[in-house]
């Protein structure tokens, strides 16, 4: 595979498997992705998280800062509040998700709120976990969401927000991710997950509007899309690309990913296109990488190992495109997916003198 070929970008052709749950999403551009969140509710603007991640005291000030939007003991039919809810700021997150802080933060971590339920009257009985991270945008929100759906298929004991997997069940709304676990391997389990990330949800300011830029990708290629995705840096699958969005089309052996970087203008996109060049031509063996012409401003054709990429500009986009069987589908479906390509979202105008 291109991945013990090309080095550098070149994982890029094993490490770009996360996924989201399944269905198209067509995008609603309502939310301002690039707006950071207000002030998490029942807190004032500015108040710092709890100091070293402890749990707040058992008042009614445990509510405060991001625990504000955490079920309340009853509010579920059947559980109560194991314990007050506790909360972790970005200094003190590695001591609350130990192995798992570093992406959080780099998408934008503000405060995680967590508490403990189990059921009412039923003592040893099994608890159930909720955790919310309030991050600093929508579009940091989404991008966690997409990273940990990974094998997320949509809730079917309990339709509702979010999407269900054997222990837990996540959900994002505005500038909020939320997390759900049991360790309960039951239907029943699943459905009282479903019911206390659905009351989480009714605090939380903003929706589930998908970014514009995933409605600007197009809706088949070839396949109906299938996921979408927002991946922050995409260090392992595109070192120094930057944010990439991504939508993926069919499944099994006809899927296919394509990926959008979109820039300020041209003249950016360029030098992401050199950039990738040069990575991919440092492998070891190197690719075989040749000019595609006839599609966009600029493209790229790699090759190694039965695998193909193309990489190609559009003014100031710049597109990835993988899971071609073969050279003539992969030169094929770039066109086709250029072709499919929505313009860009115009420059908000300056405010008035």
């Known amino acids: 595979m291109l991945t013990t070929r090309l080095g550098g970008i070149a994982v890029l052709t094993l490490a770009l498997g996360l996924s989201a749950c399944r269905g198209s999403?067509?995008?609603?551009?309502?939310?301002?992705?690039?707006?950071e969140a207000p002030s998490a509710p029942g807190s004032a603007a500015g108040t710092a998280p709890a100091a070293a991640g402890q749990p707040v005291a058992a008042s009614a000030a445990r509510f405060d800062g991001t625990a504000a939007l955490l079920p309340r003991g009853g509010e579920v039919t059947g559980w109560q509040l194991a314990e007050p809810p506790a909360r972790y700021g970005p200094d003190?997150?590695?001591?609350?998700?130990?192995?798992?802080?570093?992406?959080?933060?780099?998408?934008?971590?503000?405060?995680l709120a967590r508490a403990t339920y189990t059921p009412a009257g039923i003592p040893y009985a099994e608890e159930l976990i909720v955790e919310v991270y309030q991050m600093k945008t929508p579009l940091a929100a989404f991008g966690i969401y997409g990273e940990d759906a990974l094998d997320c298929d949509?809730?079917?004991?309990?339709?509702?927000?979010?999407?269900?997997?054997?222990?837990?069940?996540?959900?994002?709304q505005g500038s909020v991710f939320v997390k759900a676990t049991t360790y309960a391997d039951s239907a029943e389990a699943r459905k009282q997950?479903?019911?206390?990330?659905?009351?989480?949800?009714?605090?939380?300011?903003?929706?589930?509007?998908l970014p514009a830029e995933l409605g600007r990708l197009p809706a088949a290629?070839?396949?109906?899309?299938?996921?979408?995705?927002?991946?922050?840096?995409?260090?392992?699958?595109?070192?120094?690309l930057?944010?990439?969005?991504?939508?993926?089309?069919?499944?099994?052996?006809?899927?296919?990913?394509?990926?959008?970087?979109?820039?300020?203008?041209?003249?950016?996109a360029?030098?992401?296109?050199?950039?990738?060049?040069?990575?991919?031509?440092a492998g070891s063996p190197p690719p075989t990488i040749r000019p595609l012409t006839g599609v966009g401003d600029e493209a790229l054709l790699v090759?190694?190992?039965?695998?193909?990429?193309?990489?190609?500009?559009?003014?100031?986009?710049?597109?990835?495109?993988?899971?071609?069987?073969?050279?003539?589908?992969?030169?094929?479906?770039?066109?086709?997916a250029l072709a499919g390509l929505g313009p860009a979202a115009a420059p908000a105008a300056p405010p008035a003198p």
Request: glycine share 10%; aromatic share 4%.
């Open 242 to 268: 930057g944010p990439l969005f991504r939508a993926d089309y069919g499944r099994g052996e006809e899927e296919r990913s394509l990926y959008l970087r979109p820039t300020p203008g041209p003249e950016q």
């Open 154 to 172: 949509p809730p079917a004991e309990a339709p509702g927000p979010g999407c269900s997997r054997r222990s837990d069940r996540i959900a994002w």
């Open 193 to 209: 997950l479903g019911l206390l990330v659905a009351q989480t949800l009714t605090r939380a300011p903003g929706d589930a509007t």
């Open 270 to 281: 360029k030098v992401l296109l050199a950039t990738a060049k040069e990575r991919l031509a």
């Open 92 to 111: 003190r997150l590695f001591e609350a998700i130990n192995g798992g802080a570093d992406r959080f933060l780099a998408h934008g971590f503000v405060e």
């Open 221 to 240: 290629l070839d396949q109906p899309r299938t996921r979408s995705l927002h991946l922050h840096a995409a260090q392992e699958e595109l070192p120094g």
């Open 25 to 35: 999403e067509p995008a609603r551009p309502v939310v301002d992705f690039t707006q």
């Open 303 to 336: 090759t190694g190992e039965g695998e193909v990429l193309v990489l190609l500009r559009q003014g100031g986009d710049l597109l990835a495109l993988r899971g071609a069987s073969d050279v003539a589908r992969a030169e094929a479906l770039a066109r086709q």
